[in-house]
């Protein structure tokens, strides 16, 4: 079974541009979830996603959103970039019910 | 709120040795309680669920709600122990869905 993929590995930007990030799911899931992982910090929920509809959000600003596919692969988009917003960005997709979420390499996003 | 501690940001054992990785959680209700591992240059992975009250790779981890504690343990740590453990608390309500971590152990086992 191919794990949850995550595009592109490394991003580099420069401050005020905007980022996109990708994510496809595990086959079957319909639930992604995002995670920042910024240095020094553990992982902290951005959004999830489930039935192509966004479910919850954690506490960033609106310039963090996102959108899921029809085929449930998911897009992170972080406009206006700050030197902050560097960081680890981890994709999960979950089935439904109270299954655990699998995690894919995440993308490194690096602002400068 | 829901909020995850982990004490420990570096934790050292020689092989053999007895390991605790604390971890400390802030929840008003049920929780659910998990443990994540992540080995060097592999992706985050669940290593064991409070509700399964099993053993895995030889960790266990009981939930103690009076201390609100879940400690992952294990009698003799191996040097493939050596990893990032996160803990991390499932939200309901509101936060439905959502994983909260703490900031992780980085545990290394010496030989």
């Known amino acids: 079974e191919a794990g949850v993929t995550q595009s592109p590995t490394h991003l580099i930007k420069t401050r005020g541009q905007q980022a996109t990030l990708r994510c496809s799911p595990i086959?079957?899931?319909?639930?992604v979830y995002w995670y920042q992982q910024a240095l020094g910090l553990g992982l902290q929920f951005l959004l999830w996603y489930d039935e192509g509809e966004e479910r919850n959000r954690g506490n960033f600003p609106p310039r963090f959103s996102g959108r899921q596919f029809p085929n449930y692969s998911s897009e992170l988009n972080v406009n206006a970039l700050e030197l902050e917003d560097s960081a680890l960005y981890l994709c999960a997709s979950r089935a439904g019910g109270y299954n655990e979420q699998f995690f894919g390499p995440g993308t490194r996003l690096t602002v400068l | 709120a829901q909020r995850v501690t982990q004490p420990e940001k570096l934790l050292s054992v020689f092989k053999g040795a007895p390991v605790e990785l604390k971890c400390n959680y802030s929840y008003s209700g049920s929780p659910e309680l998990f443990w994540y591992v992540q080995y060097s240059r592999q992706r985050l992975q669940l290593l064991l669920r409070h509700i399964s009250r099993e053993s895995i790779k030889g960790f266990t981890a009981d939930l103690n709600k009076g201390e609100t504690s879940f400690h992952l343990k294990k009698p003799f740590a191996q040097e493939e122990d050596s990893a990032m453990y996160y803990c991390a608390l499932r939200g309901r309500g509101s936060t439905l869905g959502r994983l909260y971590f703490g900031r992780g152990t980085q545990l290394t086992v010496w030989p």
């Open positions: 086959s079957g899931h319909t639930s």
